[in-house]
Nanobody
């Protein structure tokens, strides 16, 4: 049974930092793209960043470039999202997701973790 379990969310002040973690288990994630999405109330879920499990190559959405960083630790089977210089508009539920390199849709999703940035 594949599981993606997010942790690390919480309340952070504007300008502060937070690290989100995604513990991935239940299968071999070689050739998988691991991503972080976020969804604010009344808005669609949107990708924030992603990383290829095997190569470590990353993608970061233009809206958070320079503030957010994604990485993965294959030994620990975890994916991280570092939120730096947090802004109130970063307030969202953050989801970890995984898709195979052969598919465009995401196969697995976590339950989400709430991040709230106070001004």
């Amino acid at each position: 049974q594949v599981q993606l379990v997010e942790s690390g969310g919480g309340l952070v002040q504007s300008g502060g930092s937070l690290r989100l973690s995604c513990a991935a288990s239940g299968r071999n994630f070689d050739d998988y793209f691991m991503a972080w999405f976020r969804q604010a109330p009344g808005k669609e879920r949107a990708i924030v960043a992603g990383v290829w499990w095997t190569s470590g190559q990353t993608y970061t959405h233009s809206s958070v470039v320079g503030r957010f960083t994604i990485s993965r630790d294959t030994d620990k089977s975890e994916v991280y999202l570092y939120l730096n210089n947090a802004k109130p508009e970063d307030t969202s539920v953050y989801y970890c997701a995984a898709r195979s390199s052969t598919r465009s849709e995401y196969d697995y999703w976590g339950q989400g973790t709430q991040v709230t940035v106070s001004s």
